[in-house]
């Protein structure tokens, strides 16, 4: 009797840990597509101390365009400010799991900051990177590219290591932090960046291994004016440089003089 009591009392507790397995299963193979352009959704780009200093060697300069915006910046080792630049996230895709058996609730599969464009000047030449997306499958950020007056669209960008992941739902609203580091040129974005801007050997060399810096992602609940999410078009770039990338340019070759006449 305690012998089949005792399997009885089992069978049971198997068929309820079934129960629970079959309901939670399809959450494992669950993709869950999220809308964020009205959400308080943003990534911002942070250019390295080193990249800032050789695209200012290199007299380039970087600005904005679409929906993105310029940023409130980050300090160099000198005190000077390096710019950084606002991408609005536009739409997030995530995995559902199944934390009960070691694995994780909500893992991100990709983002989209569809939109955002930043334009590279050198002189007459110009390089247009625009609607970004981050694939956390390969690890690369993806961009429609723009150089010699050819667009390549999503191809990679940049590799990138993805640290500090902090990420919930809220019914169906999305709650992540998120820091992508050492962002460094793909072997097919390095030569079309280097041609695109028709670069000096040297710098074609240093761009190649150098690590660009940070992308930083924040969503939270909280509700914004509507981003637009309609992909940004190279060719609607006016020719001549804009006031705030010339401005722009100059800053940052300014504050890279000062730099170095500090250190000499």
Do not use: C, W
């Not at 989209?112 to 247009?128: D, K």
């Not at 050819?150 to 960008?157: D, E, G, Y």
């Amino acid at each position: 009797m305690n012998t089949l009591y005792r399997f009885s009392t089992r069978l049971q507790k198997f068929a309820a840990t079934a129960a629970v397995v079959g309901a939670m299963a399809p959450l494992s193979a669950s993709a869950l597509a999220l809308d964020t352009t009205f959400l308080q959704a943003n990534s911002v780009f942070a250019l390295s101390e080193n990249a800032f200093d050789l695209m200012a060697a290199a007299k380039t300069s970087m600005t904005f365009a679409g929906n993105a915006s310029l940023g409130s910046g980050t300090k160099a080792s000198d005190g000077s400010l390096i710019p950084t630049f606002n991408l609005p996230v536009t739409k997030v895709d995530v995995s559902l799991g199944l934390p009960l058996f070691g694995g994780q609730l909500i893992t991100p599969n990709s983002g989209n900051a569809t939109g955002s464009a930043l334009l590279i000047s050198r002189g007459s030449n110009t390089v247009t990177l625009a609607n970004f997306v981050i694939d956390y499958d390969s690890s690369l950020v993806m961009a429609d590219i723009t150089a010699n007056g050819k667009t390549t669209k999503n191809t990679s960008l940049y590799s990138f290591n993805a640290t500090k992941l902090d990420v919930g739902l809220a019914g169906l609203a999305l709650n992540m932090h998120q820091q992508l580091s050492n962002l460094t040129f793909t072997s097919s974005a390095a030569a079309s960046f280097s041609s695109g801007l028709k670069l000096p050997g040297s710098f074609q060399t240093l761009i190649s291994t150098l690590d660009f810096g940070t992308i930083t992602i924040d969503i939270n609940t909280g509700l914004r004016h509507a981003i637009s999410d309609k992909p940004f078009v190279a060719s609607s770039v006016p020719e001549a440089p804009s006031m705030a990338a010339m401005v722009l340019g100059l800053v940052g070759i300014a504050a890279v003089s000062r730099r170095k006449a500090a250190q000499g």
